[in-house]
């Protein structure tokens, strides 16, 4: 196996891992909310964590169908209802389901890109990335949006927040952790 291909797949398998961690902290934070929680909006001119994920399903959707072969920006996207605020728990409901699909065809896309994929030509909203920067830029998208749902979320469960990290005042006891099971290996 040559270098680059050796390299490219050692991105897609950084990307995979990326979007699965992102999506797993996610996943952990909105598991913590209510359906009505979902839907507050911390402050006038914010987004609840439904709009946020209303927009990741949106993005996610027209970034990642016929990701190969069709513009980005699908023109079926409406990208501005997306950011309207949703009024009832049938619709958080849904949402949750609509997240998960979106998800699933991210990730089943990453299954199928080759090392040889990384350097075609895909656009965006008609401008031309290749395979590896527009993967990048949504990596660097869905960090931004996770750290945002991930904040409301802790600060609508307060002290009952059950932390997604090393807890505070245990980086110690963690790291020890990991020593002592890497010298058991």
Known sequence: MS???QL??????SFHHSFRSYKSLADRALAQLSLA????????GCNSIAVIVQHMVGNLNSRFT???S???EKPTRQRDQEFVEPTSLETVATLQAQWADAWLLLFDLLEA?????????VTIRGEAHTVLAAVQRQ???YAYHVGQIVGQAKALRGEEWQTLSIPRGQSEQFTQHLQ????QV
């Open 3 to 5: 270098d680059t291909t």
């Open 8 to 13: 490219a797949n050692v991105l897609l398998a």
């Open 37 to 44: 929680d979902w839907l507050h909006v911390p402050a006038p």
């Open 66 to 68: 016929y990701f190969l």
């Open 70 to 72: 069709s513009d980005g």
């Open 113 to 121: 890109l080759q090392p040889t994929d990384l350097l075609r030509t």
């Open 139 to 141: 990596v660097a998208h």
């Open 180 to 183: 002592n099971a890497s010298n």
